[in-house]
């Protein structure tokens, strides 16, 4: 008997590290305004893990009011025009197609958190309406943990394919100067660690426009 057979792998995650190097004093000054806002609103509502409302385990997360990105501060303007938006237009185009990346006008929602000792991140997502991608940047990571402490790991959406072969998650070891985007719905963590440093990144949710705004495709 004749046949024909077609085995696809669907479903694929795209996931982009980049890797900067040369942004040691922007990463010194965002690092000196994370600290200055934690010294200043740790114990208050303006930090977003006293409410209970984010997945950040202790240290200090910037409130959810504020976008980050919008903070009229030199680093961080830097950050954003020299360092996010274009890693982000990078990820669309190969995360949609190119023609389709192109007729997008990202937009940005920023905010930072400072982790120390102790401290982690539970399994989350981030199911925003309208996000399309998300990501983070990491000001500054410890240098003296072992992996797995403090590092990000992913969880694989699809359990079946743990019988064929692919591992349950994926884990990526953060350094100062690497940005990484994956898509909104993969299921992430940070492992707690021990370290005299702090873990500080500024994380992300894009939309395709900003909101309010319209695009014709």
Not at 6 to 18: A, D, F, K, N, Y
């Amino acid at each position: 008997m004749a046949h024909k057979d077609h085995i696809e792998v669907h479903v694929p995650t795209t996931v982009m590290q980049r890797d900067h190097d040369g942004l040691e004093a922007m990463n010194a000054a965002i690092l000196a305004l994370v600290r200055a806002l934690a010294d200043k609103y740790r114990d208050s509502d303006e930090n977003e893990v006293n409410r209970n409302t984010v997945s950040t385990k202790g240290g200090f997360q910037t409130a959810t009011r504020l976008n980050f990105l919008d903070l009229q501060h030199p680093a961080v303007q830097q950050l954003k025009n020299d360092v996010i938006y274009p890693a982000v237009r990078t990820y669309l185009g190969h995360h949609f197609g190119q023609e389709a990346g192109a007729q997008m006008d990202p937009w940005i929602n920023a905010w930072s958190n400072l982790l120390q000792t102790g401290n982690w991140q539970a399994p989350h997502c981030h199911p925003s309406h309208g996000t399309i991608a998300s990501g983070c940047y990491y000001v500054q990571y410890p240098d003296d943990i072992e992996p797995p402490a403090g590092n990000i790991e992913f969880i694989n959406p699809i359990p079946e394919s743990w019988h064929h072969g692919f591992p349950f998650s994926r884990r990526l070891e953060p350094a100062a100067g690497k940005l990484v985007l994956f898509p909104p719905w993969y299921v992430h963590y940070v492992h707690p660690f021990v370290s005299a440093q702090d873990r500080c990144i500024v994380a992300f949710d894009v939309l395709p426009h900003k909101p309010g705004a319209q695009l014709v495709f």
